[in-house]
């Protein structure tokens, strides 16, 4: 069955890079994401790729693809203190534009940043 | 622009008692429609998603039930909470096709008693 996991915890410190994994099992998954979660908020899109891509890069945020291996990580450049929240990695089988395209989720990392 | 909007934030209600939670989005027509529950320290499970008014799908066996009865509105019930009940649940939104991910409501922690 489709399975996401990922590593519960993570602390770096303040200026460092931040690297969160990801490992899936649906290898028809087509779309993974990267979701962000504040405290006692709902969950934000962050950052998607697509499944023939390896790497997409948004500012001080870079997400790399592994489709052989299936591994997905985050890399969040120069972490600040803003960046502490727990991060989702999530993927999507696409079905077709009219159907409900399910999102399985991981478990969730909670980065901490330390001064 | 769309928007999603969930209440109540919080709940505290005792077992037994019947939950209705609800969710409406604004400014997109047909959307997906999913109900999640995050329980505390673990990740998201997806309980209920709908493609259409009164087009439920359940994912999962429980205590819960859902039900969509206009086009942009999707509400979590319980006839009799449970202690296992309590958890934040978040309702999302999506439209079909390629790389939108969901959108999703700010939540709602939900405290059995």
């Known amino acids: 069955g489709e399975d996401v996991e990922q590593s519960l915890f993570l602390s770096v410190r303040e200026g460092d890079s931040s690297v969160i994994n990801c490992t899936y099992t649906?290898?028809?998954?087509?779309?993974l994401y990267w979701y962000k979660q504040e405290p006692g908020a709902g969950l934000q899109l962050l950052t998607y790729?697509?499944?023939?891509?390896d790497m997409k890069q948004d500012q001080r945020l870079t997400v790399l693809l592994n489709k052989k291996d299936k591994h997905l990580s985050l890399r969040i450049a120069d972490t600040q203190t803003g960046d502490s929240a727990i991060y989702f990695c999530?993927?999507?089988?696409?079905?077709?534009?009219?159907?409900?395209?399910?999102?399985?989720f991981g478990s969730g990392t909670r980065l901490s940043i330390r001064p | 622009s769309q928007t999603i909007h969930q209440w109540p934030a919080t709940l505290v209600q005792p077992v037994g008692s019947p939950l209705s939670l609800e969710c409406t989005v604004e400014?997109?027509?047909?959307?997906?429609l999913y109900w999640y529950r995050q329980a505390a320290g673990r990740g998201l499970q997806l309980l209920f998603y709908?493609?259409?008014?009164?087009?439920i799908s359940s994912e999962v066996p429980q205590n819960l039930s859902a039900s969509r009865p206009q086009d942009r509105q999707f509400i979590l019930s319980s006839k009799k909470l449970l202690l296992s009940d309590s958890g934040f649940y978040l309702c999302?939104?999506?439209?079909?096709?390629?790389?939108?991910?969901?959108?999703f409501g700010s939540g709602t922690r939900l405290t059995v008693v």
């Open positions: 709908s493609i259409g008014i009164d087009q």
């Open positions: 999530a993927e999507t089988p696409y079905t077709g534009y009219s159907s409900a395209s399910k999102i399985i």
């Open positions: 790729i697509f499944s023939n891509m």
């Open positions: 999302a939104w999506s439209v079909g096709g390629p790389g939108g991910g969901y959108t």
């Open positions: 649906d290898s028809s998954s087509t779309y």
């Open positions: 400014g997109t027509s047909n959307p997906n």
